[in-house]
């Protein structure tokens, strides 16, 4: 036998069958399918992770081995089908295959839509003819009206606000996003939603406690923490909870500088000083826009920062959702520090997304800038401003209801400031030439299309398709970053574990005992010793009616969780045999700065908004207001000067003192829930110790009384003096009032907390103070 030869077969046979091996391996797919409850996911290898339902229509496409979702249903791989490009390829390839109708629906963002919807009044909606109740659906069905704006008006971009439960949230997102792949394009559905992290109060809090949602203090609450850290990290552990809910846009972070101390989106803010809210702001869309810091990816939620240019400053702290809070006012010429949390922090992240994706004007019109129409639509600011000096090419998004219109200047309608005798449609196209992208709340393309002829008719065909255009590739590229196109659904197991996981839950509690700011400690009277003795009052909360007419009736109760304050301090009812008195209060509620009532007496219907309690008048506002003029007007001075009014909460003010007189020298702890900055000096010296909060569990309060934490929160905005420095301030100018000084010496103004050893002085005070 000739062993050379025979090993040389050998060879060649081995040879031959890694040829065939390596041919088999070249043609074989590169992924794999996993059929899950109502979606296939598909993972490609090195590549994308792709997700479809069986009954939308859509198949694969195999191409160079790999899977790709045929979502015009064509049977080729479109370029904006092709997970292998850029965002930016793939919008500009989709945006010049739209019909004019879909370009329409992408520019809408609709009404606030819970989940089951209402059977009644705002929000309400209908399941296959019948109110939810008696309709038998389930509550992550799709409403009647939710099919039809999806489907009729070619709507992508949803605002959910209450949902019962993560698991139904999640399985709604699975339901609406089959619903759409099965339409045209196959365009997802953009969830986004407010903010939704806040605390509740009662909730109590354990290593191993799980929730709804990680709750954490607002953002004016983790301004208090000045640590720009702490604000990227709950933008990281929120951007999670929110896609395993299926919200991709975050209509946030509110970056309005809260130099009006009297407006009622004051505690929405990040506080009045523009170099710390610039701080915070970036960190906050970092955290909500990058994916583990790398960028985006399938953890990444578009940030849509409110509201340009800074919606702080409206003269006399009344707000644009109405028509007599219509304008912001600059006395102090400053509309730069208003837009430098925009300019210098949301525009100019540390991380790989490089620039907030969406930006929303407010209701105002800004005074001396520009036309004197509102944010929405002024093209100097938009176009010229916004766009062209800082080069701002995101999604730019009217706030909600801008372009209806508005029967009286105290109504809760529209919001159309500076266009009111303007058409619905005439609105439409004058926030588009304007430069804006998207309608907030509109559900309807028929006033889009309505512009897009106007247009046409002014422009012609041609300039108006590009422009439309412009406006679908921002919209789209929001989408394709965020992986929608690729898989939009959600596996509702998994939901349930990420959403208010025991971790999540441990760094939002853990961020409420940063945010809570020990004003007061009069001769070391915290922290408490536990068991000790407690007596705690009522409190007294008047009937009260919200911007959407809903009435909440009078009532007494406990200001506190009282299952909570007996697990650290043993309650008492009778004030002699307790050893200290703890008394829970609200900031004083000043009203809104307009009230029918005068009007029909003869006045100009304008009042003053006070930050105290008890009855003040206004000597010392201004005789003429810097601003004015409305439709529904026949005036446009909207002074106040010399007109009285007092807080709807004045009992807070006899809850504090009366219980000093109760309590004789033993101590009266008092904990302010703040929303705006106050006069303390109606209160201030009956209390032995003051801790102020800008909303925190029951528990995180009772941690700190008793020692468990130590306070080392600064207040984020001055506590004024008096009324009158008040009325003097710039709106546009931060920092700029007389800072109340209490019984102790200690002046309460921007960067002041005490922790226990005495006022603070470390490296955050240094730096911003």
């Not at 849509?304 to 409206?314: A, F, I």
């Not at 529904?632 to 003192?657: C, G, H, I, Q």
Request: charged share 25%; net charge negative; hydrophobic share 35%.
């Amino acid at each position: 036998m000739n062993l050379p030869k025979m090993e040389t077969l050998k060879k060649s046979v081995l040879l031959l069958g890694l040829v065939l091996l390596a041919m088999v391996t070249a043609c074989s797919p590169k992924f794999t399918e996993e059929k899950k409850e109502d979606f296939t996911k598909v993972k490609n290898e090195g590549g994308s992770t792709l997700g479809y339902s069986p009954n939308s229509g859509v198949k694969l496409l195999t191409v160079d081995q790999y899977a790709f979702k045929d979502l015009n249903k064509n049977g080729t791989l479109d370029a904006y089908e092709d997970w292998r490009l850029s965002a930016d390829e793939r919008a500009k390839d989709l945006a010049a295959k739209l019909a004019l109708e879909d370009i329409a629906g992408l520019m809408l963002y609709s009404s606030h839509q819970s989940l089951p919807g209402a059977s009644r009044g705002f929000g309400s909606s209908n399941y296959n003819g019948k109110p939810f109740p008696e309709s038998g659906a389930i509550a992550s069905d799709l409403s009647d009206e939710q099919k039809a704006f999806l489907k009729d008006d070619h709507l992508r971009h949803v605002l959910i606000t209450r949902v019962e439960s993560p698991a139904i949230a999640a399985q709604w997102n699975n339901n609406a996003q089959a619903f759409a792949e099965g339409l045209d394009f196959g365009i997802p559905v953009n969830t986004s939603s407010d903010p939704r992290h806040g605390s509740d109060s009662y909730a109590e809090f354990n290593a191993g406690a799980g929730g709804e949602i990680s709750m954490w203090p607002g953002t004016l609450g983790i301004a208090a923490s000045f640590d720009p850290d702490l604000m990227k990290q709950f933008g990281e552990i929120a951007s999670k909870e929110y896609r395993a809910l299926g919200i991709a846009t975050a209509l946030s972070p509110q970056i309005d500088l809260a130099t009006e101390p009297r407006w009622s989106r004051f505690d929405g803010t990040m506080g009045e000083d523009p170099d710390l809210a610039t701080d915070l702001a970036r960190a906050y869309v970092d955290g909500f826009q990058s994916t583990d810091g790398n960028g985006w990816g399938f953890e990444s939620v578009n940030a849509m920062v409110k509201h340009w240019p800074g919606g702080g400053p409206e003269e006399g702290g009344r707000d644009g959702h109405f028509g007599y809070g219509a304008y912001a006012v600059y006395p102090g010429k400053n509309i730069k520090d208003h837009m430098q949390p925009f300019t210098e922090g949301a525009f100019k992240l540390a991380g790989a997304t490089k620039m907030a994706s969406a930006v929303m004007p407010y209701y105002t019109i800004s005074t001396g800038e520009g036309e004197k129409v509102a944010n929405g639509y002024n093209k100097y600011l938009i176009t010229d401003v916004l766009r062209g000096e800082y080069g701002y090419d995101g999604v730019l998004c009217t706030d909600w209801g801008i372009t209806r219109d508005v029967s009286a200047i105290d109504k809760f309608e529209g919001k159309p400031w500076g266009v009111e005798t303007l058409s619905e449609a005439e609105r439409h196209y004058k926030a588009i030439a304007a430069g804006m992208d998207q309608f907030g709340g509109n559900n309807a393309m028929g006033p889009v299309l309505e512009a897009y002829k106007m247009g046409v008719t002014e422009h012609g065909e041609d300039y108006m398709r590009k422009r439309f255009e412009e406006s679908a590739v921002r919209l789209l590229k929001n989408i394709f970053r965020v992986g929608l196109f690729e898989n939009p659904y959600l596996d509702i197991s998994e939901t349930e574990k990420i959403v208010g996981n025991a971790d999540y839950m441990k760094a939002g509690y853990e961020a409420q005992l940063k945010s809570i700011v020990l004003l007061k400690n009069q001769q070391n009277t915290l922290p408490l010793k536990e068991k000790q003795k407690v007596y705690v009052p009522q409190r007294y909360i008047a009937q009260s009616t919200n911007w959407w007419g809903v009435v909440t009736p009078e009532k007494t109760e406990y200001p506190f969780n009282m299952e909570v304050v007996s697990k650290y301090f043993e309650v008492v009812n009778d004030p002699e045999e307790a050893d200290f008195a703890l008394v829970g209060i609200k900031s004083p509620d000043g009203g809104v700065g307009y009230n029918r009532e005068d009007l029909e007496k003869g006045g100009n219907g304008y009042v003053p908004i006070s930050l105290q309690y008890d009855t003040y008048t206004a000597t010392d506002a201004r005789e003429t207001s810097l601003a004015g003029g409305s439709p529904l007007e026949d005036f446009t001075n909207r002074t106040y000067r010399n007109k009285s009014v007092a807080a709807n909460n004045t009992t807070d003010m006899a809850l504090v003192n009366d219980t000093k007189k109760k309590m004789g020298d033993k101590p009266v702890v008092v904990v302010v829930h703040v929303s705006n900055p106050m006069v303390f000096n109606e209160i201030e010296k009956n209390a032995s110790a003051i801790l102020g909060h800008m909303g925190v569990q029951d528990q995180a309060l009772m941690d700190m009384i008793s020692g468990r934490s130590e306070p080392s929160a600064l207040l984020p905005f001055q506590m004024p003096a008096n009324m009158k420095t008040v009325e003097l301030q710039f709106e546009d100018v931060p920092r700029d009032m007389e800072a109340y000084v209490d019984s102790e010496g200690n002046t309460y103004d921007f960067a002041f907390g005490l922790n226990w050893k005495g006022k603070i002085e470390d490296e955050r005070v240094k730096d911003y103070q």
